[in-house]
Nanobody, 126 residues
Framework: QVQLVESGGGLVQAGGSLRLSCAAS????????MGWFRQAPGKEREFVAA????????NYADSVKGRFVISRDNAKNTVYLQMNSLKPEDTAVYYC???????????????????WGQGTQVTVSS
């Protein structure tokens, strides 16, 4: 069974940092583009960041550009999201996702991802 498991969420003060991890099990995603999305209460799930299969190309939502960094360690089958200068508006459940096609690019579209984790809560206090 394919699983994506996020970890690293928690409560942090505004201006602080967190690093989220997404570990895959059941199959390897070393050849798949991966993405991070988030969903705040009462809002739709939105794109945060994406990375291509090799890690050579990344893209970010404007709201996190310059503060968040997505990376991957294919040897560990793990994707990371380093979040710096956190703001209260970053509070949400963060999900990682994997695209089904191999050697693809990252995408900002939810519909392009077939595999999803269960999410990890990030709360930023003011």
């Amino acid at each position: 069974q394919v699983q994506l498991v996020e970890s690293g969420g928690g409560l942090v003060q505004a201006g602080g940092s967190l690093r989220l991890s997404c570990a895959a099990s059941g199959r390897t995603f070393r050849s798949n583009a991966m993405g991070w999305f988030r969903q705040a209460p009462g809002k739709e799930r939105e794109f945060v960041a994406a990375i291509n299969w090799s890690g050579s190309s990344t893209n970010y939502a404007d709201s996190v550009k310059g503060r968040f960094v997505i990376s991957r360690d294919n040897a560990k089958n793990t994707v990371y999201l380093q979040m710096n200068s956190l703001k209260p508006e970053d509070t949400a459940v963060y999900y990682c996702a994997a695209r089904p096609r191999i050697y693809g690019t990252g995408s900002a579209q939810l519909r392009d991802y077939d595999y999803w984790g269960q999410g990890t809560q990030v709360t930023v206090s003011s």
